[in-house]
């Protein structure tokens, strides 16, 4: 149902939990999942002793999306400033918004509201709505040229 998205990375609490979110969810496709080695981890953040588990997915149209978690070290300490979890914003566009939010409402997940028509800006006019990921992020669904909205 997905149909086109940018390239983006989360830093999240728990890698294997979102990949199976983002697997089961949306149908992304598992490309790895791995531990960083410790000299990677140090050199991509820039903390001694930093350890990282990091997986790579595809989403559908071969956009890919990196899943970032960081492990404490043994007996180490890493920065709070940059071990939060946090994310970048995820704008993902479907065929058909209604459809994909009675059908993943129905299997259990959660949404921040319920569809609604975007006001203003570049996107007036279309529908979307926010659904939670397993760290309460936001994901918004679009769908474009959704006119009206009476489907």
């Known amino acids: 149902m997905i149909t086109a998205t940018d390239h983006t990375s989360f830093t ?3 890698v294997e939990r979102s990949v199976s979110f983002y697997q089961d969810t949306l149908g992304f496709k598992l490309l790895s999942l791995a531990e960083r080695p410790p000299g990677f981890s140090e050199l991509a953040t820039g903390i001694k002793g930093a350890h990282l588990k990091t997986a790579y997915l595809e989403m559908p149209g071969g956009h890919r999306l990196e899943l970032i978690q960081y492990l404490r070290p ?21 065929d058909d918004l209604r459809a994909m939010h009675r059908d993943l409402k129905g299997r259990g997940f959660r949404f921040k509201g319920e569809p609604i028509e975007i006001p203003a ?4 006019g279309n529908w ?10 936001t994901l918004e669904l679009i769908q474009i040229g959704a006119g009206s909205g009476k489907k």
């Open 121 to 124: 800006g570049p996107n007036k």
């Open 74 to 94: 043994p007996g180490g300490k890493l920065d709070p400033r940059t071990n939060n979890v946090g994310s970048a914003h995820l704008a993902l566009i479907v």
């Open 12 to 14: 999240v609490s728990d």
């Open 128 to 137: 979307m709505v926010y659904l939670l990921d397993p760290d309460d992020f």
